[in-house]
């Protein structure tokens, strides 16, 4: 693999995250618990669909030819997509929302703090941008967890369950294959490794102040990175998809 | 939202203007959270560089029936507005 594309591989890996993520999200718009929290997770869907269009664009450039944002977006078929497995979990009740959120957010925050310092200057660009919204994001998540970890008993067995449930996909969020160590090499790429520590010590001083009991499920699983998926995501895509593939090419 | 839940009012300091202005209200359970959704709610559009939130249960508003005594003693005496001046060339308003 040449070094133009193991960079685009890794923009589409960084892509499908925050697409797959951002729809999920979006699933919530009109169907909040209330109005503010209603714009509140829209906004933050918006925030993931317009950093997703960030690596698309770039990755489209890399690419070359005919390709556009919306050939990553629209005409790829499930194997294609590389995203985390933990981004497509269908959207669960509120308290799993929350819970994917604090965690994936906790990582991105660290993540694009390290992006934002890539001898690539496109990633560093995206990195820059993307930590400012990370920061809210996580601002945001952290109160939720303890607004339902130290609400009633019911709002905290959700948050228990929606966080045992979610944390076997948290081991995928850090690891390094041969395209991401290549790069890493190359001082483009941030190394998972090297955040995990510092995530999983703020993370659980959350878990901790919400009153939640650390997880440890003694399983873990990983695939997305490979292109394979859960079932849920070939259902996440038919909706996504749906306008493009009826009607190639259509514009409005 | 729960039980509890406020209502806030909202005020925006845009880029334009030097005082915060009154937007728009929301509810929230606690004064941080009002903060955030006013940020998501009333500041999408780039509309502001400052927010304040502050619970609508905290404003002492003037009532419809005060109208009679605070405001009608004020009517005869133009020699407090500034309105018999002559505006000088090029200022629209003073």
């Not at chain 1, 308290?95 to 890539?118: C, H, N, P, V």
């Not at chain 1, 895509?237 to 409005?252: S, T, V």
């Not at chain 2, 502050?54 to 500034?82: M, N």
């Amino acid at each position: 693999m040449t070094a133009n594309d193991s960079l685009l591989t890794y923009c589409l890996r960084l892509g499908d995250d925050a697409l797959i993520l951002g729809h999920r999200l979006s699933e919530w718009t009109s169907r909040a618990p209330f109005l503010e929290e209603d714009i509140a997770l829209t906004n933050v869907a918006l925030d993931f669909i317009g950093r997703a269009r960030l690596f698309y664009q770039y990755a489209a450039e890399l690419q070359g030819g005919d390709a556009t944002e919306d050939t990553f977006a629209y005409t790829r078929d499930v194997r294609d997509f590389t995203n985390l497995l933990i981004c497509e979990l269908p959207r669960g009740d509120f308290a799993f929302t929350i819970a994917r959120q604090f965690l994936f957010d906790s990582y991105a925050l660290l993540f694009m703090e390290q992006l934002k310092a890539s001898k690539d200057p496109r990633l560093a660009a995206i990195g820059a941008k993307a930590e400012k919204e990370s920061t809210y994001h996580v601002r945001r998540g952290r109160e939720w967890m303890l607004r339902l970890g130290g609400g009633t008993e019911e709002s905290h067995a959700k948050l228990q369950r929606a966080v045992d449930d979610l944390w076997g996909y948290t081991d995928e969020i850090f690891e390094v294959d041969t395209v991401t160590a290549g790069l890493i090499a190359d001082g483009v790429a941030v190394d998972p490794t090297l955040l995990r520590e510092e995530w999983h010590a703020a993370v659980s001083r959350v878990m901790a102040e919400a009153d939640l009991s650390q997880p440890s499920p003694g399983w873990s699983v990983e695939g997305g990175r490979r292109g394979i998926h859960t079932d849920d995501l070939g259902f996440l895509l038919a909706e996504l998809q749906f306008m493009q593939r009826a009607y190639p090419g259509l514009q409005w | 939202m729960s039980e509890q839940s406020k209502l806030y009012e909202v005020f925006v300091r845009s880029r334009r203007g030097l005082d915060h202005k009154h937007v728009g209200s929301l509810h929230a359970d606690d004064p941080e959270q009002a903060l955030e959704y006013a940020r998501d709610v009333y500041t999408r559009r780039g509309e502001g560089v400052s927010l304040w939130v502050v619970a609508a249960g905290d404003i002492t508003a003037s009532q419809e029936s005060d109208c009679d005594s605070f405001y009608d003693p004020l009517d005869d005496k133009p020699y407090r507005h500034a309105a018999m001046y002559d505006l000088p060339e090029g200022i629209d308003s003073l």
